[in-house]
C-alpha cells in the first residue's frame, strides 16, 4: 500500500500490509489509552512475534472465516513415511534384501545411488523431505495440536444454531481493509471486520479464555471490546461513504461477537453489547482519537502524570475496610 492511502474499502490486502500501513487503529487507540508514549515506542518497535494465544486466534479466523483457503497458506509439519529409510544401516540392509552387494566402507550418498539403482521404489528420507519442502513452499507450518484445536473451533461454532448462519459460507466476506478520515480530528483511521455480512452485520470472532456471558463480559472490559463495536460501525460507515467500494458492501447496521474458547470442548456464545456500553465505548474511543490528534499536532507523547500525585488504595480495599468499620 503506497504512503497516500485510498480511502474506502479495500479488498486484497495482507495482513502484513494492513497492520504495517498507515492510520490508527482500535487496539492502537487502546494503547493510546494506556499513555502516548507507550504507542510511540510499540510504533517504533515494529513487528513483535505473536503470543501463542495471538496465533492461535489468528488461526483460528482464517481457518473458520476462509476455510476454503486456509491451506494455501498453511501446511502441516513434515511426517515421514513408515517405510522411509534414513540411516547407513538401513540402506545396506535393503540392499541385501534385493541382492546386492555392500561394500563395508560404502558411505551414505553411495548408498542411496546404489539402492535408487538397483530398487527405484525405495523410499528415501531425504528425497521425501526435500519433495515436501517443495511443496509446502512458503506456506506457514502448524502443529497438529493447533489443528486440532481449530476443527473443534469450527465444529462447535458449525453446530451453534446462531453463530453458523452469521459465519455461513457466502454470507458474507472475510478481512475487508477500510479507511477514513475521522471528520473531527482529520486523522486517518482504519479497520478490518474480520466478516462482513451482505445484509450490513459485522460478526468479530474473539477466541476467548471464557465465553459465557459473566466471563465474556469481563474480557470487554479488560480488552476494549466495548469500544471496538462503536469504533467499527462508525469507521465502516465513513469509509463506505468517503471512497471506493469495489464488492459494494452495504453500511453496517449492526455488531456481533462470536465468541469461542480455543480448549475443549470448545463453547461458542454470541453476544450483542448493550446501547450504554455502546455509548461508553464511543466516549472513550473518541477521547483516544482526541489525545492522537493532539500529539500529532505537537509531536509531544507523554507518558503518565509529570506532576506529583496523590495515592491511596484501590477503591475495593477502600469499599472493604468502609464495610470492615460499619460491621463493627
Known amino acids: 500500500m503506497s504512503n497516500e492511502p485510498r480511502l474506502g474499502v479495500i479488498p486484497g490486502l495482507s495482513n502484513a500490509e494492513y497492520h504495517g500501513g498507515p492510520g490508527i487503529s ?18 517504533a518497535q515494529g513487528y513483535t512475534a505473536p503470543t501463542p494465544s495471538q496465533r492461535l486466534g489468528t488461526l483460528a479466523h482464517s481457518y ?27 540402506l545396506k540392509d535393503r540392499l541385501k534384501e534385493v541382492g546386492e552387494k555392500v561394500a563395508s566402507t560404502a558411505k ?15 523410499v528415501i528420507l531425504d528425497d521425501v523431505k526435500a519433495a515436501y519442502t517443495v511443496e509446502v513452499g512458503d ?35 472475510a478481512e ?15 479497520c478490518r471486520p474480520d466478516w462482513w455480512r451482505h445484509d450490513g452485520t459485522i ?15 469481563k474480557s470487554v472490559w479488560e480488552w476494549g471490546y466495548y469500544k471496538q463495536d462503536p469504533f467499527y460501525q462508525d469507521g ?18 449492526a455488531f456481533v ?16 453489547l448493550e446501547q450504554e456500553a455502546r455509548d461508553l465505548g464511543r466516549r472513550d474511543y473518541r477521547e483516544a482519537l482526541n489525545t492522537y490528534a493532539e500529539c500529532l499536532t505537537t509531536g509531544d507523547w507523554p507518558a503518565y502524570s509529570e506532576e506529583i500525585e496523590l495515592i491511596s488504595l484501590p477503591d475495593w480495599v477502600m469499599r472493604r475496610e468502609f464495610y470492615a468499620q460499619e460491621e463493627a
Open 176 to 190: 475487508l481493509s477500510c479507511y477514513w478520515i475521522d471528520e473531527e480530528t482529520g486523522v486517518l483511521c482504519r
Open 108 to 122: 551414505k550418498p553411495d548408498l542411496v545411488a546404489q539402492l535408487k539403482a538397483a530398487d527405484p521404489a525405495a
Open 64 to 90: 473458520i472465516l476462509e476455510h476454503e483457503v486456509f491451506w494455501d497458506q498453511y501446511a502441516l509439519p513434515f511426517e515421514a513415511p513408515e517405510d522411509a529409510l534414513d540411516t547407513v544401516a538401513q
Open 26 to 43: 482500535k487496539s492502537g487507540l487502546d494503547v493510546i489509552s494506556k499513555s502516548p508514549a507507550h504507542y510511540r515506542h510499540s510504533r
Open 257 to 272: 461477537f462470536v465468541a469461542i474458547e480455543p480448549v475443549a470442548p470448545y463453547p461458542c456464545t454470541v453476544f450483542l
Open 203 to 217: 460478526v468479530d470472532l474473539k477466541t476467548s479464555r471464557n465465553s459465557s456471558p459473566d466471563g465474556f463480559e
Open 139 to 173: 506456506r506457514e507450518i502448524i502443529t497438529p495440536d493447533e489443528l486440532e484445536k481449530l476443527d473443534g473451533m469450527r465444529a462447535s461454532i458449525l453446530r451453534h444454531p446462531k453463530a453458523s448462519k452469521l459465519l455461513a459460507p457466502g454470507s458474507g466476506v
Open 236 to 253: 465502516v460507515n465513513e469509509a463506505v461513504k468517503q471512497g471506493q467500494n469495489p464488492m459494494n458492501m452495504p453500511a453496517p447496521k
